[in-house]
């Protein structure tokens, strides 16, 4: 089977500065890999390669067995993008934006009546169906962002710090959606500040200065650098770079 | 007492962002107000700071009355906003400088308050404030924040966004002003950096649920708490959430802390998970940690 996401020595240069520097690594179908690094160590520019938005300088890339070089606007069908800052239109009405993001996406009229109705259900949303977003609590805006970046049903869904700012019992409920996507064999490829939130991904990969400076299973990196938490691996490795001055 | 907050209430329209908040803080303390977006952490900070008016109760810092006396008080605050609050298009050393002078003081004459922060970005004073990481953004608008020498530091989310190591730079910022006696007032969403502080108010919706030291809040946590791990963590949730003595399952990582309404006989766990079909099964006793005591108390509030 073809892996989720394939990279060799993906490089992204801005003029002299290179903002990523030959990463290499492979996602498996199904697999929740957790992509963490410091501010302005080269992750968004990644996620833009891989997401087909941004052409690398040089390296290989397959998303969703697609090439970035020659068939990014695949890419951009067969992938769900959720951010933090911008998912959903705040004006519109929850069913406003399922249908609106479904119309994008190419989806029939009646896929899009069939795919409000199962998402407003599962989501528990159909009493406000009609109500902007912007009414909605932060942690209900998110649980539908999610939802609506996997409403073209992607094999893989990218997540850019998707559970900042969230309360605790919130935030949990969002990694079970994570689960069960993954369960259902989507790939999730996700950022976040909350280093306790790596502990929750199959895989993660740390990047240092445009480079990944580990790469493994949560428990493996903990065991194999004798730290007890994520978070200070991350701090050793990130502490006095470039980026971090 | 430094801060003094007695039955605050604010609300916006329908919303209620702040209902009946009373709390303390004394002199020379390090205090966190904890809780998520939209808990009211902004709108509490902004009364505080002399920006907006209770609609009941009333607040004192410094003993003087932000609604009357906020022009007294103001000198006497260094106030860092939620969202980057400097000029982008001036340089580091012009963002110091106007904030200097707007207080009616030079950098010259406080450097030596904000010289162990600011000799970390003096090196690039000549950078517009808008080129900067986020780690040096931080360190330029506390500096700015501390250039009149202010009594009450109040800092809104200084480390919200912000990567992993910033962040603990920042706390270690803190401790040290912290040891020259200023009182600080530090609001945040993530739980683990209760730790970090003296006291903290674990607040909600516009409620606090508790205010007392990060060991205290932790002590408190009265239930029997387990951590349990199985191959599979989805379906493991699944199961605990139908146990008979779970109170409430929630993952932590790759594993799931188990509250129980009651002590469990030995084995009785172990026992129904196996009957489920799991494997490679760990339960073991743990500590409630701050986010654990903020879920159980969110819980109760609900109940």
């Not at chain 2, 450097?111 to 040096?136: C, T, V, W």
Request: aromatic residues 8%; charged residues 25%; proline residues 4%.
């Amino acid at each position: 089977m073809e892996q989720a996401i394939w990279a060799e020595n993906l490089t992204k240069k801005f003029g002299s500065f290179t903002a990523v520097d030959a990463i290499s690594f492979t996602v498996g179908q199904g697999e929740i890999f957790g992509f963490l690094g410091a501010n302005g160590a080269g992750k968004t520019t990644a996620m833009r390669m891989l997401s087909g938005l941004s052409f690398p300088t040089s390296g290989k890339a397959r998303v969703a067995g697609f090439d970035v070089y020659k068939q990014p606007e695949l890419i951009k069908r067969h992938i769900g993008y959720m951010s933090q800052k911008f998912s959903l239109y705040e004006d519109l009405t929850v069913q406003e934006n399922i249908r609106f993001y479904g119309g994008i996406y190419g989806l029939s009229g009646a896929e899009i009546r069939s795919k409000t109705e199962q998402l407003l259900q599962e989501l528990d949303l159909e009493w406000i169906a009609k109500s902007q977003v912007q009414s909605l609590p932060l942690g209900w805006k998110q649980k539908l962002a999610f939802s609506v970046a996997q409403v073209h049903n992607p094999s893989i869904v990218f997540l850019d710090e998707p559970t900042g700012g969230v309360d605790p019992i919130t935030r949990r409920q969002f990694w079970e959606m994570i689960y069960r996507a993954a369960d259902r064999g989507v790939t999730v490829f996700v950022t976040t500040h909350y280093m306790d939130e790596a502990e929750y991904c199959d895989r993660i990969s740390i990047m240092v200065d445009g480079r990944i400076a580990a790469m493994g299973s949560p428990g493996e990196l903990k065991r194999d650098n004798n730290v007890p938490s994520i978070n200070e691996l991350f701090v050793r490795l990130a502490r006095h770079t470039s980026s971090n001055m | 007492m430094s801060i003094y907050i007695n039955h605050i209430s604010k609300s916006y329209g329908p919303v209620k962002a702040l209902d009946d908040i009373s709390f303390e803080v004394s002199k020379g303390e390090l205090f966190g107000l904890i809780g998520p977006d939209g808990a009211g952490k902004t709108t509490l900070i902004r009364i505080l700071t002399t920006l907006l008016v209770p609609d009941a109760g009333t607040a004192r810092v410094l003993d003087l009355d932000p609604v009357k006396e906020f022009r007294k008080l103001r000198p006497h605050i260094g106030y860092m906003p939620g969202r980057f609050s400097l000029y982008q298009d001036l340089t580091v050393l012009e963002n110091l400088n106007f904030f200097a002078t707007i207080f009616g003081t030079t950098i010259e004459k406080n450097y030596h308050l904000i010289a162990d922060i600011y000799s970390q970005i003096e090196p690039f004073k000549n950078r517009r404030a808008g080129q900067l990481s986020g780690g040096m953004k931080q360190k330029l608008a506390l500096s700015c924040a501390m250039v009149h020498e202010p009594e009450v530091l109040i800092l809104d989310e200084p480390t919200t966004g912000v990567d992993a190591v910033s962040r603990k730079e920042f706390w270690e910022m803190l401790a040290r002003l912290k040891e020259r006696g200023i009182t600080i007032l530090v609001s945040t969403p993530y739980m683990d950096e209760a730790s970090l502080c003296d006291r903290v108010a674990l607040i909600q919706n516009g409620h606090i649920l508790q205010v007392d030291s990060p060991a205290s809040i932790v002590e408190s946590y009265d239930r029997p708490l387990l951590g349990v791990r199985a191959q599979n963590t989805l379906r493991l949730l699944e199961d605990l959430r139908h146990y008979p003595l779970t109170h409430t399952a929630f993952p932590f990582g790759d594993s799931v802390h188990l509250a129980l309404t009651g002590e469990q006989t030995d084995g009785e766990l172990l026992d129904y998970l196996q009957k489920k079909g799991h494997t490679e099964l760990a339960i073991e006793p743990i500590a409630a940690n701050i986010e654990d005591c903020f879920m159980e108390l969110m819980t109760e509030k609900i109940a």
